[in-house]
């Protein structure tokens, strides 16, 4: 089928490329020159620039019918706001398009070319300039302005009555963090990060602190074994004694880094790590409707964007440097289903920032529901308890030791 299609191509250019010759031919006995053009040829051609703009016009009403509502009504109290700027965008870009366009069609038709014409012949006015620099300058700065009230309003301080909500990326997912009773997030650091002992956001505790050190100090010891073994028996290559001394090297390095942070702490008159044992993490993000909601971001690996279309809002999330936003949902999904009518319909936060090969994948669902629906499914959630992690870290270190037997090949 494909052959056939390029066949028919191939077929189609040299049709054209002979009835060119022929034309030419034709031309030469006509006696005219190549450059003549007669009127009827201009007047066709006028024409037919006139018919294409009629069917490049026809084409772009298409597209803006089609996708006129490619988005349900906002969920979000600011993105209504957004939506009035969009509409006062998209107005101002579209009478823009029509009004350019057809005056560039139209002037090429009107003055199509006429050998009895001149064409008049100006350098400059100032009045003309003077407008087209006023008019933009104005929609512009009426952008701007309004842009920026929406934008200060959406990041500015959160009321002392807003819920808080971690939200962490890494390729390719998402994870949420409530605080617990305490309202408020215990500290996080990356030297704690540790997804298979159920830490996956490097909540600081004194017990995770504890697990971590006994589970780094039985890799070195496993290590040292290792390498002891390694150097008596002699017939191991330099390289693979001197990667076994790195991995040594930077195990003492975590661990330095892991004892520092709790040095600094006792420093500050807080030698105990509480606040993060009530943390409840999450793994689909939930919202009274009606309530301020502030988001803060983080990011473990790259720049990830938090994007949720249906409340109009998205952050980039950046790796050591937590970002933030406020919103107000202002429909639950049960509500929102009901307005759509679609049973499966959940409001999403997807990664809109090309991170990598499952970037398409990386999305967390988001159910907005009543303030007591709220509380209940809050309450259900477990919290971060750092005796469980103990015992996860322990099964793991196990498994670090049995995978630190040197092997040879
Ligand atoms: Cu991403």
Redesign the pocket.
Known sequence: MKLLILLVIVLAIIAIVQLTKVYELSRGLRKSREEDISDADNTLNANLMMVWMFGFFASVVYLYVRYADYLPESASAHGVEVDWLMNINIIGITVAFFLVNFALFYVSWKYKYDKNRRAEYFLHSTKLEMLWTAIPGVAMAFIIIFGLMTWNEMTGPASSNAIQVEVY?E??KWTARYPGDDKEFGLANYNLIDAEASNPLGIVTKEFIAAKLESIDGQIESNEKALKQVREEGTYPVSYIEALEEKIYRLQRHKQRILELDENQAANGKSEWTVGADDKIVKEIHLPVGREVEFIFRSQD????AYMPHFRAQMN?VPGQPTRFKMTPTITTAEMRKKENNDKFDYILL??????AA?FN?MINIVVETPEEYEKWLKEQKTFIATEDKKDAEAKDTTAVAMNVPAIN
């Open positions: 990326s390729q390719f790259v720049i990830h964007s999330t990664c809109n920032k090309v991170c990598g970037h990386m």
